[in-house]
């Protein structure tokens, strides 16, 4: 079981993350996330951690030019997307690195999780969605869907549904790796996380080990570890 803690805003916040031993630390960049921080905030951020390569910057770019600005300026090449389609995520892979590279003057290779809104149900068109995506990204982030948006609600994906999901994307690519997300938190992890590691590689937690959004709970963090260690 690996531990994802997203929305981190602040250093303290940062440490005990990192104390507790979260296997990667989300930094949110998207203007409608109560969770929002700069990039100038992020890289301060990142230059304090002890290990960089935990740090994940998540993103919801207007185009491929308005991910590689935030990808350069950031100097963090663990992306999750929350929009662009699988060719242009394609494109960026296949094009990016080298852009970054001339520009960073730092060897880098781009891993990409796109996240994908689930609901309920599963329609036809949304097995054919996370089948395109699962073509092209190291990893698949399923997280519940609110009016086409993802991230922030709160809310749980249906067991069954998030099975049904993670079976679709390994079926349709065996090497994919997988995130849950929405609204997960130490109860559910305490009580269904064996069941779900089957499935999944991670699972993602903001909300549920928060005060308030973009206040981390300490405590809640350290129970969450403790059901890891186990």
């Known amino acids: 079981m690996k531990i994802k ?6 250093k303290r916040d940062l440490e005990v993350c990192e ?6 630390i989300g930094f949110i960049n998207i203007e409608r996330s109560k969770r929002m921080i700069g990039i100038g905030e ?10 960089k390569n935990k740090a994940v910057l998540v993103i919801e770019p207007l185009n491929m030019a308005d991910a590689e600005e935030k990808i350069v300026n950031s100097g963090i090449f663990n992306i999750q997307l929350h929009s662009l389609s699988s060719d242009e995520i394609r494109k960026l892979k296949e094009n990016y690195p080298k852009k970054i590279e001339e520009k960073t003057q730092k060897t880098s290779q781009l891993t990409i999780t796109r996240a994908v809104g689930i609901s309920e149900v599963i329609e036809q068109d949304k097995k054919k969605e996370i ?14 869907e609110i009016h086409g948006k993802t991230g922030g609600t709160g809310m749980q994906i249906p067991t069954k549904t998030a099975i049904e999901a993670a079976e679709i994307a390994k079926s349709h690519d065996k090497d994919v790796k997988l995130f849950l997300a929405g609204g ?9 996380g064996r069941i779900l ?10 909300s549920g080990v928060e005060y308030k959004p973009g206040i981390k709970n300490k405590s809640k963090i350290n129970d969450l570890m403790e059901i890891k260690a186990k």
């Open 42 to 51: 992020i890289k301060e951020l990142l230059s304090s951690m002890k290990n």
């Open 131 to 144: 089948e395109n995506f699962a073509d092209v990204c190291d990893f698949l982030l399923f997280d519940y």
């Open 197 to 206: 590691e089957k499935y999944f590689e991670f699972f993602d937690v903001n």
């Open 5 to 10: 803690i997203c929305g981190i805003r602040d």
């Open 19 to 24: 104390e507790a031993g979260a296997d990667l």
């Open 184 to 192: 997960m938190n130490v109860s559910r992890i305490k009580n269904e």
